[in-house]
């Protein structure tokens, strides 16, 4: 008995639109292939983690992954992926074939730069260097640092932003600003103090008398919020002390 097909026959436009989903497919594969060569290659050549971002490193790095590649992927793609102009690759690539005497210095101010996350400037680099017995000066640690593009990231600046809490209705002004006292205990005065310790900020909210300048009492607190200036017991036991 013959067996039928029963798949209806595929239309000129269908198999076209099929065609082109598997170029498309095809493309996106040699794409995924293409990074992840990269990637081998730069743990392979640069001894970089997998995790590497190639668009920063420098463009003499780029240009020894082109070297490597091009023969498989070909130059052009190579330049678009890792974002290296024509020209940048052709100049490192003619530097690499000149005998460079800073070879070793520049793998070291690489090495030193990539351990200290990036955030050496020349200085602190020349000074690594001479603890590593590499003798070259601050003018040609700047240049080296230029050629391979090693910049140091600069922090981003935090806009300032106060919150100025619930607003109360402002407190009579008794004192006027008339900070002298004939007696112990006439008038007392507070603020809030902050410190910066290892263990994070501390605020200090003392007590003083007028009179004579003298801490009636004083508490310490993590939140500068209003039990640091209440008067708690201890300001009553030092005032009929005092008196």
């Known amino acids: 008995m013959k067996r ?22 095809q493309r996106q594969v040699r794409q995924l292939q293409l990074e992840r060569d990269l990637l081998e ?7 970089k ?21 091009k023969e498989h992927y070909g130059v052009p793609a190579l330049l678009a992926q890792l974002g290296l ?15 460079d005497k800073y070879v070793d210095a520049r793998r070291a101010i690489t090495e030193i730069f990539e351990t200290n996350h990036r ?3 020349y200085r602190r680099l020349q000074a690594s260097l001479s603890r590593h017995h590499v003798t070259i000066s601050e003018k040609v640690v700047q240049r080296l640092m230029k050629q391979e593009s090693l910049v140091v990231a600069k922090p981003k600046r935090r806009r300032y932003a106060s919150y100025l809490g619930e607003i109360s209705p402002a407190p009579e002004n008794i004192i006027n600003r008339d900070f002298q006292a004939d007696a112990p ?6 603020d809030i103090t902050e410190f910066h310790i290892p263990a994070g900020k501390v605020y200090l909210s003392p007590i003083i008398d ?3 300048g003298m801490v009636v009492s004083w ?25």
């Open 4 to 25: 039928r097909n029963l798949s209806p026959p595929v239309s000129a436009p269908q198999l076209a639109e099929l065609e082109r989903q598997l170029e498309t497919l």
């Open 41 to 47: 290659k730069a743990t392979e050549i640069l001894k």
């Open 49 to 69: 983690g997998l995790g590497v971002d190639l668009q920063l490193l420098a463009n003499r790095e780029k240009t020894l992954l082109i070297d490597a590649l």
């Open 85 to 99: 102009p024509r020209s940048s690759y052709f100049y490192h690539r003619a530097r690499v074939k000149v005998a």
């Open 119 to 121: 955030c050496y400037g």
């Open 185 to 190: 205990n006439e008038k007392w005065l507070t």
């Open 210 to 212: 007028c009179f004579d």
């Open 219 to 243: 508490t310490l607190g993590t939140s500068p919020d209003a039990e640091l200036g209440r008067v708690n017991t201890n300001c009553q036991i030092e005032a009929d002390r005092r008196n």
